[in-house]
């Protein structure tokens, strides 16, 4: 009897985690069949399977749609943030965690405030900020917002993370004479790689991510970045049709769900880093 | 003596030169892209600013009242709450659930633990992109799906008419971030320590007495730290909003960040966003500082 009992709760279990899963993933799923159809495949109905797995849709979105220039400045975007995220947030967290500073507390709130200043009130005056310096339309005015912004938690994280490395190996490094720069890349650096990672990881997402800081600061359509230029492109439907918008759906939600499956555990690892509460 | 110990000052700064050379270029980001924007933003809210030229039409607090006359703001706000209530209920709820059931196990658990964590993954707007097609009047699934079954009379505009368009929106939200809140809980509930739960076994203790009296209280910080990132999560909501309706229709779904995006660069009314803004920050902080102190309080009590 209990045997049936249980059986049964697991079945009414399974039930329901499969029919959320259904509704967590179909969209996604649906997306990507339509984007393999042909227009007038997808307008006659919507819930059959492509007949054949043409590319087209892709082409279109790529070439017509710019997707393939959007995705170019998004890469480029996104790496040169993370790039500067990892070196200027190693530098700092490595002052904070293991160096004599005076006020090094002032210093350290003084970044860490950022957390408290929502979006919207920066927005304005630091669209006139890169106005004024005349940097409109360069990488300098995505890294560096984009940065400010992840510093905070990027701090805290790498902060923690080198406190908990011995103080003797780096007074051992001194002693050899090894002088700062060089402790930290031939002997920090090596240390936190996981840190370093998980970093990588929460800027990468978050830079590729971005579109309110995109939208207002970018004016040139060339330099649009995906999330900018896909929205663009979804008000487009009426002349390049639904289809290739499908295939530009996928393109772009391709990268991260990829590298999620390859590396699922570093991806865990990261958010749930991240998960720190400002 | 003073003389000493001003020496002893000079002398800790000298030896903290090293360090402030590793910050300075941080500190140089923050001070241009940060600090010098942040006060700009309190001048700007005093002038009658259109975003070019010099400022000279001075308007004092004019741009103030003027905000905090405006209807509009309100219901921005009034949507960032409904939107932030419903995360909290909902999305830590599911979020929650899901990880428990994970974690008591099921068939097939690695493949619901990698694939239900994909929607997250998805950003803002592709998720806005993707559930506007699906929400659409006449090609979307929804709509094609309540005709499919004979319920034609269900079938409705959800994103562009008043009654639907904020949940139609909440909706899709809930549905990103219940991947997160599940995430965080099944990281959290896997640090319980198998001890209590098998001493509880061999107690006799059924499921529900294990979750309500081992599982559930384990979780409390858990819960804590996911609200406090909903709250300040769904207060910069902006992407799905202006991706999905552009706060539309009539402001049915404008939310703080859209209404300040919207005053700013489609009414090119700087002084006013800007006086929205600061406003939106005052509220914002003290909603942070507060729930700051509930955890503390919280914290506390537990010691």
Redesign the interface.
């Given at each position: 009897m209990i045997k049936i009992q249980k059986r049964f709760i697991?079945a009414v279990?399974?039930i329901?985690?499969f029919l959320?899963?259904c509704?967590?993933?179909y969209?996604?799923l649906?997306?990507v069949l339509q984007s393999f159809k042909t227009e007038k495949e997808?307008?006659s109905s919507?819930?059959t399977f492509p007949s054949s797995l043409g590319i087209k849709n892709y082409v279109i979105a790529l070439t017509k749609g710019n997707l393939a220039l959007y995705y170019k400045n998004t890469v480029f975007n996104t790496l040169a943030t993370v790039a500067l995220e990892l070196v200027?947030?190693t530098?700092?967290g490595?002052?904070?965690s293991k160096?004599?500073?005076?006020?090094?507390k002032v210093?350290f709130y003084?970044?860490l405030i950022?957390?408290?200043?929502?979006?919207?009130?920066?927005?304005?005056?630091?669209?006139?900020?890169i106005l004024n310096?005349n940097i409109q339309n360069t990488i300098w005015a995505i890294i560096?917002?984009y940065?400010?912004g992840f510093?905070p938690l990027g701090?805290i994280l790498i902060k923690n993370y080198m406190d908990n490395i011995p103080n003797e190996i780096i007074e051992a490094a001194k002693i050899d004479g090894c002088n700062?720069l060089r402790i930290l890349a031939g002997i920090i650096v090596p240390l936190i790689k996981p840190m370093l990672v998980t970093l990588a990881i929460l800027g990468g997402?978050s830079a590729?991510?971005e579109?309110?800081w995109a939208?207002?600061s970018i004016s040139n359509t060339k330099k649009y970045t995906?999330?900018v230029g896909?929205?663009v492109l979804?008000d487009k439907t009426s002349s390049i049709g639904?289809t290739p918008?499908f295939a530009a759906?996928t393109i772009?939600?391709m990268l991260?769900?990829i590298l999620?499956?390859v590396a699922?555990k570093s991806?865990?690892r990261s958010?749930?880093a991240g998960?720190?509460?400002? | 003596m003073k003389q000493a110990s001003n020496k002893g000052f000079m002398k800790d700064i000298k030896e903290s030169i090293p360090a402030y050379l590793l910050i300075l270029p941080t500190i140089a980001a923050f001070c241009i892209f940060l600090y010098i924007p942040f006060f700009n933003a309190f001048r700007i809210s005093l002038y009658n600013y259109k975003g070019y030229g010099d400022m000279t039409d001075f308007v004092g607090l004019k741009n103030y009242i003027t905000v905090l006359q405006d209807k509009k703001f309100f219901e921005s706000f009034l949507h960032s709450f409904a939107l932030i209530g419903c995360d909290l209920i909902f999305s830590i709820t599911i979020g929650f659930l899901l990880s428990y059931l994970l974690f008591k196990g099921i068939k097939l658990k690695r493949f619901f633990n990698t694939s239900l964590f994909i929607p997250y993954l998805i950003s803002m707007v592709v998720v806005g992109c993707i559930w506007k097609i699906i929400y659409d009047p006449t090609i979307g699934p929804i709509n094609q799906f309540l005709n499919l079954i004979g319920l034609e009379n269900l079938a409705q505009p959800w994103l562009s008419q008043l009654p639907t368009a904020l949940g139609a929106i909440i909706i899709t939200w809930i549905w990103r971030t219940i991947p997160f809140n599940m995430l965080i809980s099944y990281a959290n509930i896997m640090t319980l320590s198998n001890e209590y739960l098998e001493a509880a076994d061999i107690d006799g203790a059924t499921s529900f007495q294990k979750l309500r009296y081992i599982i559930l209280p384990h979780m409390i910080p858990t819960f804590v730290t996911l609200g406090i990132l909903t709250v300040t999560n769904d207060l910069r909501a902006f992407d799905i909003v202006w991706v999905m309706t552009q706060g539309g229709p009539g402001g049915a779904t404008e939310v703080i960040t859209s209404y300040v995006y919207r005053k700013a660069f489609s009414s090119q009314r700087f002084g006013t966003a800007s006086a929205a803004s600061i406003l939106m920050m005052a509220v914002m902080i003290a909603i942070t500082i507060a729930l700051q102190l509930i955890q503390r309080k919280g914290e506390a009590k537990k010691k």
């Amino acid at each position: 009897m209990i045997k049936i009992q249980k059986r049964f709760i697991a079945a009414v279990i399974f039930i329901f985690v499969f029919l959320y899963a259904c509704i967590s993933l179909y969209p996604l799923l649906w997306v990507v069949l339509q984007s393999f159809k042909t227009e007038k495949e997808f307008l006659s109905s919507i819930w059959t399977f492509p007949s054949s797995l043409g590319i087209k849709n892709y082409v279109i979105a790529l070439t017509k749609g710019n997707l393939a220039l959007y995705y170019k400045n998004t890469v480029f975007n996104t790496l040169a943030t993370v790039a500067l995220e990892l070196v200027l947030v190693t530098l700092a967290g490595f002052a904070f965690s293991k160096m004599k500073m005076k006020f090094k507390k002032v210093f350290f709130y003084l970044i860490l405030i950022n957390m408290l200043i929502p979006t919207p009130i920066i927005l304005l005056p630091m669209y006139l900020q890169i106005l004024n310096l005349n940097i409109q339309n360069t990488i300098w005015a995505i890294i560096f917002p984009y940065f400010q912004g992840f510093a905070p938690l990027g701090l805290i994280l790498i902060k923690n993370y080198m406190d908990n490395i011995p103080n003797e190996i780096i007074e051992a490094a001194k002693i050899d004479g090894c002088n700062t720069l060089r402790i930290l890349a031939g002997i920090i650096v090596p240390l936190i790689k996981p840190m370093l990672v998980t970093l990588a990881i929460l800027g990468g997402m978050s830079a590729w991510n971005e579109y309110l800081w995109a939208l207002v600061s970018i004016s040139n359509t060339k330099k649009y970045t995906l999330s900018v230029g896909l929205a663009v492109l979804r008000d487009k439907t009426s002349s390049i049709g639904y289809t290739p918008v499908f295939a530009a759906l996928t393109i772009s939600a391709m990268l991260f769900v990829i590298l999620y499956l390859v590396a699922q555990k570093s991806f865990v690892r990261s958010i749930t880093a991240g998960a720190v509460k400002g | 003596m003073k003389q000493a110990s001003n020496k002893g000052f000079m002398k800790d700064i000298k030896e903290s030169i090293p360090a402030y050379l590793l910050i300075l270029p941080t500190i140089a980001a923050f001070c241009i892209f940060l600090y010098i924007p942040f006060f700009n933003a309190f001048r700007i809210s005093l002038y009658n600013y259109k975003g070019y030229g010099d400022m000279t039409d001075f308007v004092g607090l004019k741009n103030y009242i003027t905000v905090l006359q405006d209807k509009k703001f309100f219901e921005s706000f009034l949507h960032s709450f409904a939107l932030i209530g419903c995360d909290l209920i909902f999305s830590i709820t599911i979020g929650f659930l899901l990880s428990y059931l994970l974690f008591k196990g099921i068939k097939l658990k690695r493949f619901f633990n990698t694939s239900l964590f994909i929607p997250y993954l998805i950003s803002m707007v592709v998720v806005g992109c993707i559930w506007k097609i699906i929400y659409d009047p006449t090609i979307g699934p929804i709509n094609q799906f309540l005709n499919l079954i004979g319920l034609e009379n269900l079938a409705q505009p959800w994103l562009s008419q008043l009654p639907t368009a904020l949940g139609a929106i909440i909706i899709t939200w809930i549905w990103r971030t219940i991947p997160f809140n599940m995430l965080i809980s099944y990281a959290n509930i896997m640090t319980l320590s198998n001890e209590y739960l098998e001493a509880a076994d061999i107690d006799g203790a059924t499921s529900f007495q294990k979750l309500r009296y081992i599982i559930l209280p384990h979780m409390i910080p858990t819960f804590v730290t996911l609200g406090i990132l909903t709250v300040t999560n769904d207060l910069r909501a902006f992407d799905i909003v202006w991706v999905m309706t552009q706060g539309g229709p009539g402001g049915a779904t404008e939310v703080i960040t859209s209404y300040v995006y919207r005053k700013a660069f489609s009414s090119q009314r700087f002084g006013t966003a800007s006086a929205a803004s600061i406003l939106m920050m005052a509220v914002m902080i003290a909603i942070t500082i507060a729930l700051q102190l509930i955890q503390r309080k919280g914290e506390a009590k537990k010691k």
